[in-house]
């Protein structure tokens, strides 16, 4: 019975042991996931008519994003015996043509949480990019009625406050989920391409404030730490706060602000080098917090709860948004030589010891409260500690010149986290996630019954998710292989992965989290 289910279960999985047969087998398995799963999708979830009030989140205009982004990966999904379902007009069919009806609120400028004609210019730019085999160029066009969209949305996201009015009341105006943010996010996505001249033209306006709107966020950012400190003193505050609920400074992703910084570090350092220096400070103090409490992040300052029985692990709220935040921070040079701490691994080690233990969510598979959600961060970490391990190394060495000091408190913590150590605790969740509803409807086995998601395919809350996950470990275990087979061969190189087609196409094909990122803005959002 659903009421009998607990918030978690108790984790029986091992990790897997990281060598080229269990990364082959699991290549193997979580292709076949990725198709199954997607005729599923295709078979169940209802064809749009009209776009209606649905938003990335939960509704259609996910499930045709997370099709995109199959198609786009498409070249670290193929299997020889199989090829694979055709993404792309599975997507397509599921994006209508107009656009639709719902007027731009300044209380609703991402394409991610609700009714929005963002959400209809965001897929009508993605299907334009899959049209033409998602290469840029002189070709691909913007519509001008598309283009006016997002400089409207732009005009209002720089009018904004902190605080937004909705449905009589007060709201943050920076949430990943129907914030600026979340615009800030598409037009990073956007600006991955050129296009042809009279579309350049017509968005060099929009592109050209970006900066400005990234100003605006961080400034409401330390607005939100200063309203917090002179209602709560310093003591808790951190550098940059954001309200999700006025008067409530919330840190989860899809809320908060790892989240809104996880979006904010896929600018270019040029622009972020200004903000540099608070940056690194918010996300020591949030590491911070973590410790303080085993590894948790809790929901919100002063402390929120909707009752439940112990800190959410999850991503919305919880420390599976802190490590896509650390994630991020790890592959900024210049941000992670600067203001990286032992902190920093620390938080990291506790964090994912609390969602390896408390990360089996009963909800299920889900990306918002689910397993392949939560396992979804140490994949990120993995390419961090994989692909940038001398820039940490190096920025290690620069702590302890900064604060002169002849070594690192618990070097034994830091030794322990590997590429290995992630990886192998990703791929025994996303393995598992196949046990899930919608995709797995046979009886629960082991004493796990994990629910039906409310919307069982959608993007955020069911199935399209998990594909999405899966997806993005496949690139993962591509690439690892293909380091294999080149080191077998006495080819390994830096130069050499920098030309091999095989490596360059499982690189480009890790997405990062669907809205969030954690590898950079690489065009399919």
């Known amino acids: 019975m659903a009421e009998s289910r607990p918030q978690y279960y108790e984790n029986p999985l091992t990790p897997l042991v990281v060598n080229p047969a269990t990364l082959g087998e699991s290549l193997h398995e979580l292709r076949t996931a990725i198709r199954n799963g997607a005729k599923s999708i295709h078979a169940n979830a209802p064809m749009p008519d009209t776009w209606g009030l649905n938003g990335m989140f939960k509704g259609f205009p996910g499930i045709a994003l997370a099709l995109l982004r199959l198609d786009y990966q498409s070249p ?8 694979p379902p055709d993404y792309r007009q599975f997507a397509l069919q599921r994006i209508p043509s107009s656009l639709p009806e719902a007027p731009l609120l300044p209380s609703r400028l991402s394409p991610i949480g609700s009714s929005s004609p963002l959400t209809a210019v965001l897929l009508r730019f993605l299907a334009t990019m899959a049209k033409a085999n998602w290469k840029d160029g002189t070709s691909p066009g913007i519509a001008s009625e598309d283009i006016d969209i997002m400089q409207e949305a732009m005009k209002l996201a720089l009018a904004n406050g902190p605080l937004v009015a909705h449905d009589g009341r007060r709201m943050g105006g920076d949430d990943m989920l129907f914030g600026r943010p979340g615009l800030l ?9 050129r296009f042809n001249e009279e579309t350049q033209k017509a968005l060099l306006p929009i592109m050209q404030s970006i900066p400005q709107l990234l100003d605006m966020i961080i400034d409401a950012g330390r607005q939100g730490s200063k ?13 940059l706060m954001y309200a999700w609920m006025e008067g409530y400074y919330f840190f989860g992703a899809v809320h908060g602000i790892t989240g809104i910084l996880s979006i904010l570090l896929s600018c270019t350092q040029e622009e972020l080098a200004p903000y540099l220096p608070v940056i690194g400070e918010t ?15 809790p929901m919100a300052l002063p402390p929120f709860s909707y009752g439940q029985a112990s800190e959410f692990v999850q991503l919305c709220h919880g420390s599976p948004g802190l490590l896509i935040l650390l994630a991020a921070a790890l592959k900024n040079g ?15 080690y506790l964090a994912t010891g609390r969602i390896w233990e408390e990360g089996l969510l009963s909800k299920g598979g889900s990306l918002c409260h689910g397993i392949a959600g939560n396992g979804w961060p140490w994949l990120l970490l993995h390419d961090s500690f994989e692909y940038h391990s001398k820039d940490i190394d190096r920025a290690r060495q620069n702590y302890l010149q ?6 690192i408190p618990d070097t034994d913590l830091s030794q322990k986290l590997t590429p290995d150590f992630f990886l192998s605790r990703a791929l025994a969740f996303m393995l598992h996630a196949r046990e899930t509803r919608p995709y797995n409807t046979s009886p ?4 796990r019954d994990y629910r039906m998601p409310d919307d069982p395919y959608s993007m955020f809350e069911g199935l399209a998710g998990n594909v999405c996950a899966w997806a993005d470990t496949c690139a993962t275990l591509q690439a690892r292989l293909r380091q294999h087979e080149l080191s077998e061969q006495g080819l390994l190189s830096v130069s050499t992965l920098e030309t091999d087609a095989v490596f360059q196409d499982a690189m480009r094909s ?13 065009g399919v959002f």
Request: aromatic share 8%.
């Open 76 to 83: 670290v999904l193929i299997e020889e015996v199989e090829g």
């Open 185 to 193: 996010w598409m037009l990073l996505n956007i600006r991955a391409y």
């Open 227 to 239: 309203d917090y400190t002179e209602k709560h003193g310093e003591q808790e505050a951190h550098p």
């Open 283 to 297: 996300v020591t103090a949030l590491c911070k917090l973590s410790i303080e409490n085993n590894g948790h992040l």
């Open 334 to 348: 210049p941000l992670t030589q600067e203001y990286w701490c032992p902190e920093w691994d620390q938080a990291i």
């Open 402 to 407: 900064r604060n002169q000091v002849a070594a």
């Open 444 to 447: 629960s086995s082991g004493g």
């Open 510 to 522: 890790q997405l990062g989290f669907p809205v969030i990122g954690g590898n950079g803005a690489r």
